[in-house]
């Protein structure tokens, strides 16, 4: 990471989601405006980041970050509005959070303008920008937490493991066990050979 943001506008927030791809659980978003001073050497997109170093960046982004926000969107908005339509809400959600916003830079290819503030998709923006990628640790961290508060209610699924993503283990448990009420129930929650009895 080269630059600290895209534009050259002062109030340049970073936002970017976590949890797209899994079964169960919200899909999160973080939008973050970093200092200009920021700098951070281990800062890099989430998936690249140990869940040690994600939680040790989580409290240095949140006390030098100018303002961010985070947002969840739960599975049934999730079903009624399909994935992509939830994660860009979770980030739109997450951006009415801060104080000012001048521009918007996304991760991804993918958004709906917000309040007419200008914006731009970079993809793979969460290794090249630290303010989205800042967005992504804490999207990132904010909803493993939430995974493992829901894991308490249905251990049966090792969410504190496998965070709602489509595990090998995870399946075998809804095939067990049935969909729990925090499961996505548009997603396919089983493979083609699973059928899944209700």
Known sequence: MLELKFSDYEFECGTDEAGRGCLAGPVTAAAVILPSYFLNEILNDSKQLSHKKREFLKPIIESEAVFYGVAHVFPKKIDEINILNASILAMHHAISKLEKVEFI??????????????????????????????????????????????????????????????????????????????????????????????
């Open 105 to 198: 830079s996304v991760d991804g290819n993918r958004f709906k303008a917000f309040k007419s503030i200008p914006y731009q998709t970079i993809i793979r923006g969460d290794s090249k920008y630290p303010n989205i990628a800042a967005a992504s640790v804490l999207a990132k961290t904010y909803r493993d937490a939430y995974m493992e508060k829901i894991h308490k209610e249905f251990p049966m699924y090792n969410w504190k493991q496998n965070k709602g993503y489509p595990t090998k283990e995870h399946r075998e448990a809804i095939q067990k066990h049935g969909p729990s009420k925090y499961h996505r129930m548009s997603f396919r929650l089983l493979a083609e050979q699973d059928p899944i009895e209700l």
